[in-house]
């Protein structure tokens, strides 16, 4: 009985033992919260680092003083500058709780396959981590931005991405589209734009983030970018548009309507024949007008139908502008149709896998739209309108 107890608990010492293995106390890390990565003029990469000072999170941080510091590391590839950044902290860096990773535009124009395999080998990385592009900047200049509604001003880049729900790609997300077969990468994009904070004259010039972009990839290489408009199509094509808005004009009644979609999917059918390709998207969802600038009494069923039909013709329009904008100026297929030929006909796609590129390019791609516009809240005319503006 004694030994029995006496293996038990070396047992239970061998466990504890283990789980503490690889703690790390905070007083002995560098909590990195956000990084940028940039490419210099000769050659090198230089790195930034956002990271959080625990003792200032705690109590009164109204002082003047952050609640973060930043430093920069220069080197031939991501490793180099990894180990320069250690070299200027007196704590071991600790980077499995990044939430945001942004890429200088000049880099990303160059290409990004050589710091992909760093953090796509590093077991430390956290694979949730979202990543952005700068636009026309340097990713460390967003770095530096200064965002007052949150403790680390990186994590309202995080917060626009989910809150908005635009193009929200993690590095699982880009890895695994990266090494896919018939799909392109595109990524959020983020400006820095001029922004005023109320009661500080030394904010009048400061810049704050605006995410309503989407860089498209080729090769890994940004090749260009959509707007917020043409990004909520794509992901409406791609299946992943969670929520959207979009204002329609309806000349005939002197106004427009605003409306929110709700729910969305598409379906895409692939052809081939005779070795040209070609490709229906069927695009379905259901919304709720949310604003009324026209005269129209929307107690009226027949009003609700215009809303739907004009929906319709504006996405289905649009969207294969959009499309065909992609093809011609980019040939990067960012909507899966080749996954989704690779998926449904993968014999055809042996045979045209190699070229593309080309294809795609040329593919005939039709649209229809399938939209239901659900009555919400006061379904009536404008309040504001006297009974004779009314159009019933």
Not at 149 to 157: S, Y
Not at 172 to 190: F, K, Q, Y
Not at 361 to 376: N, Q
Request: glycine share 8%.
């Amino acid at each position: 009985m004694r030994g029995g107890m006496i293996v038990a608990l070396l047992i239970v010492l061998a466990m504890v033992c283990a789980g503490c293995k690889d703690r790390a106390e905070i007083n002995d890390i560098a909590m990195v919260m956000a990084s940028s990565i940039d490419l210099k003029d000769d050659g090198r990469y230089v790195g930034m680092i956002q990271v959080a000072v625990p003792a200032r999170q705690i109590g009164n941080v109204s002082q003047g003083r952050n609640n973060y510091f930043i430093e920069t590391g220069t080197g031939k590839n991501a490793q180099e500058v990894m180990e320069q950044l250690q070299g200027k902290l007196s704590r071991r860096l600790f980077i499995s709780h990044r939430r945001v990773l942004l890429i200088g535009e000049k880099l990303a124009r160059k290409g990004i396959k050589e710091i992909m395999d760093h953090f796509s080998r590093n077991p430390k990385t956290r694979l949730r981590t979202y990543v952005l592009v700068v636009k026309e900047q340097k990713g460390s200049e967003a770095l530096k931005v200064d965002y007052p509604l949150e403790f680390f001003p990186t994590e309202a880049v995080r917060e626009m991405e989910v809150l908005l729900g635009r193009t929200a790609v993690t590095l699982r997300d880009l890895l695994n589209t990266a090494s896919g077969e018939g799909i392109e990468p595109v990524m959020g994009a983020i400006e820095l734009v001029p922004g005023q904070q109320i009661g500080s004259e030394k904010s009048k010039n400061k810049l704050t983030f605006k995410l309503n972009h989407s860089a498209i990839f080729k090769n890994l290489k940004l090749v260009g970018y959509l707007n917020n408009y043409d990004s909520q199509l794509m992901l409406w094509v791609t299946g992943k548009l969670k929520r959207g808005v979009m204002t329609l004009q309806l000349p005939e009644h002197k106004g427009n309507v605003g409306v929110t979609l709700h729910s969305t999917s598409r379906e895409i059918v692939p052809e081939v024949k005779g070795g040209k390709v070609s490709f229906t998207v069927h695009l379905k969802g259901t919304g709720t007008l949310d604003e009324n600038n026209t005269h129209l009494d929307f107690s009226n069923p027949n009003y609700y139908y215009l809303v739907e039909d004009t929906l319709m013709r504006v996405v289905r329009k649009d969207t294969q502008k959009m499309i065909a904008s992609v093809q011609k100026k980019y040939a990067a297929d960012i909507f899966g149709f080749g996954d989704q030929l690779h998926k449904k006909n993968n014999k055809e796609w042996q045979k045209l896998k190699l070229k593309w590129d080309k294809k795609f390019a040329k593919a005939v791609v039709t649209v229809d739209v399938d939209f239901v516009l659900k009555r919400a809240g006061m379904s009536g005319p404008p309040v504001h309108l006297r009974e004779q503006e009314i159009v019933k």
